[in-house]
């Protein structure tokens, strides 16, 4: 995305300015982010779509205010974080609860599952369906805290720095939160990819 | 320093995002080096990781792009009556 900035702040200027139809231009290399971003934090697939037209909308209606002094990705991200937010809270219907406070209260266990029969997943267990599966729904069932970083940080791939910034915590809370997030995910999916080791030493029952 | 497994798996996340300090790289390496079950850890957290980004993996719902380019082609049209886009409501 780095090369694109100078021309997409060419293209907000225009937009501004009003080339209104060039908007079209300017999301449609977030759309997939702002898909998953309220996916992240609503877990359901109408709900984020909505969410997500919303926050697009939302976008377009705002560009003025966008002043470049953040990255446009994260200003974006910021509002459909609080779209997600905001629908999460009508559906719990107790808008005291807020998410936002949440924090790590448990202390739980961190540490990752031990491999020993193997260096490597081999290629062709990235491609197997069942794994994306296993993952998809591990991911889904991490804390909301941790997901919602992973899926910025890992999925969206935007730096520490924006999801710190897009978030409103600190870059701090991001690593441990990331960190745990991943230790988690690797500890469930390690006996999906224990079913691809050498047949040799046996067959891993599938704990999952 | 020559550091156990647990220190180890502490920095992963940092490890694997290149964002540990250059000593402690060192030692981490140096202990990856000899010790098959962090190296096996390693491995698999970053190919989870590549398996997360993987397009494949995270999918989007079909006819997604259209729909919201269809909304938001109304929504353009809606403030062509207005001077300006972008102002505060």
Avoid at chain 1, 21 to 33: C, N, Q, V
Avoid at chain 1, 115 to 127: G, N, V
Avoid at chain 2, 43 to 62: G, Y
């Amino acid at each position: 995305m780095r090369t694109m900035e100078t021309n997409e702040a060419g293209l907000i200027a225009r937009i501004v300015a009003g080339e209104k139809e060039l908007f079209h231009e300017l999301i449609r290399p977030y759309e997939r982010m702002v898909y998953l971003t309220l996916f992240s934090i609503v877990k359901n697939e109408t709900e984020a779509e909505d969410g997500a037209q919303e926050t697009v909308i939302s976008a377009y209606r705002h560009l003025a205010s966008f002043r470049g002094d953040a990255k446009f990705s994260t200003w974006l991200t910021t509002i459909a974080i609080n779209e997600g937010r905001k629908r999460l809270r009508k559906a719990k219907g107790a808008a005291e609860e807020s998410i936002e406070e949440e924090v790590e209260a448990h202390e739980g266990d961190y540490s990752p599952a031990p491999l020993t029969d193997w260096r490597e997943i081999p290629l062709e267990a990235l491609e197997r369906k069942e794994l994306r599966e296993a993952l998809r729904v591990a991911v889904a069932e991490l804390p909301d805290i941790y997901r919602q970083v992973f899926t910025l940080r890992d999925l969206e791939e935007l730096s520490v720095e924006e999801t710190a910034q897009a978030l409103g915590i600190t870059t701090g809370t991001v690593k441990v939160r990331l960190h745990r997030a991943r230790i988690l995910l690797q500890k469930r999916l390690v006996p999906f990819l224990k079913t691809t080791a050498p047949a040799r030493r046996g067959f891993f029952g599938r704990a999952l | 320093m020559k550091l156990d497994c647990k220190h180890v798996w502490e920095h992963i996340s940092e490890y694997i995002d290149g964002s540990v300090e250059a000593k402690l790289r060192e030692d981490i390496e140096r202990h990856l080096e000899h010790c098959e079950i962090c190296s096996a850890i390693l491995d698999s957290t970053r190919n989870i990781l590549i398996l997360t980004a993987d397009d494949r993996t995270f999918e989007l719902p079909v006819g997604y792009s259209k729909r919201l380019h269809e909304r938001l082609k109304e929504e353009i049209e809606r403030s062509k009556q207005e001077p300006r886009v972008g102002e505060p409501e």
